[in-house]
């Protein structure tokens, strides 16, 4: 099975600018959850989509947002974007949850100017 | 909320054996996870512990007591390449998808 993609892998971007990342789950997951890791603050949990809709959320303010699609497929959209947004940004999926096994993309680096 | 302790950094000697503490306080408790992470890469599983006790797969060995809040990755056979970051983490009660991180604990395995 082929593991989960993240593109783009890098991404440089001004303040006030918008992103959207992309991520693709491995094949029959529907769980896809967003992370953001920082040196500073390490991995910090943004949301979780399953089966289209947003199963948890993390603390992050509104300019963050996602959505999946039918195909499990998940973006995250971020607005207005903060030199504090500079982050690696990873998704992570897995079969359904409860105890499943969590896998990680590589992850989108993302620098804001 | 949750809160996950564990140490900074750590270091030990190629063929020895190393533990990395991991202390949680949650409201909610569904399993702790332990990753590794190599710089500039993303966590990979190592181990997954939900009941009291030892789980045991090849060289790395994770252990969680509940009613303590504690869990520790043992490593055994310390290899050069097992200098990474290991993560802590814990599935809360209800949330499936969520899991709390703790900070990281950088091991630097010396010759």
């Known amino acids: 099975k082929a593991g989960v993609t993240q593109t783009p892998r890098y991404l440089i971007k001004t303040r006030g600018q918008q992103v959207t990342l992309s991520c693709s789950p491995i094949s029959g997951h529907r769980s896809v959850s967003w992370y953001q890791q920082t040196p500073g603050q390490g991995l910090q949990f943004l949301f979780e989509?399953?089966?289209?809709?947003?199963?948890n959320k993390g603390n992050f303010p509104g300019r963050f947002s996602g959505r999946q699609f039918s195909n499990s497929r998940s973006e995250m959209n971020v607005s207005t974007l903060e030199l504090g947004d500079s982050a690696l940004y990873l998704c992570?999926?897995?079969?359904?949850?409860?105890?499943?096994?969590?896998?990680f993309g590589p992850g989108t680096r993302l620098t804001v100017t | 909320g949750q809160n996950i302790d564990q140490p900074t950094e750590m270091t030990a000697t190629e063929g020895a054996i190393v533990q990395i503490n991991c202390t949680y306080q949650?409201?909610?408790?569904?399993?702790l996870f332990w990753y590794q992470q190599h710089a500039g890469e993303a966590p990979t599983f190592l181990s997954y512990?939900?009941?009291?006790g030892l789980e045991e797969k090849g060289r790395f060995s994770s252990f969680l007591s509940r009613s303590k809040g504690y869990s520790y990755l043992l490593l055994k056979e310390l290899q050069m390449k097992d200098s990474a970051s290991y993560l802590c983490a814990v599935r809360g009660n209800t949330n499936a998808g969520k899991s709390t991180f703790g900070d990281g604990t950088t091991l630097t395995v010396k010759p």
């Open positions: 512990n939900v009941l009291d």
């Open positions: 992570a999926s897995m079969e359904t949850g409860g105890h499943d096994e969590q896998y």
């Open positions: 949650t409201s909610g408790f569904n399993g």
């Open positions: 989509y399953f089966s289209e809709t947003q199963r």
